[in-house]
């Protein structure tokens, strides 16, 4: 059961960062909440086309989780075992750089989303 909670409460966080991205690919000027806040107001063409192979990597990280925690694709969860440690680590260095980011808002936002989605990421990895 808590497995299942931290799966849903990880993908609803991590729905919130991909709708953000998808946000600043599509111009919306929100750079000072991202990466450090090094591109305030709308990201130039280069970091829109990052934001978008953010959300690649960040779908293939929710349904690792997903899988993982048995919501999705029952048949791949071997495949998880491993792959949920992926997910931890990339959730670990997430919270390191939002905390350790010079941008104010960057901390305030996006820290306390990657300390949780750190906390579930772990539960659903050892669940």
Known sequence: MLVTISAIVFTAFIAIVILFQIALAAGVPW???AMGGKF????PPTMRIASLIQVII????T?????????????????TKAAIWFVVAFSVIATVMNLITRS???????????VLMLITSMIVAVG
């Open 31 to 33: 750079g000072s909440y």
């Open 40 to 43: 305030p107001g709308k990201f």
């Open 58 to 61: 960040l779908t293939f990280i």
């Open 63 to 79: 349904s690792i989780v997903l899988i993982k925690s048995g919501l999705i694709f029952p048949d791949w969860h071997a495949f």
């Open 104 to 114: 104010v808002w960057e901390r305030r936002l996006w820290a306390p989303v990657s």
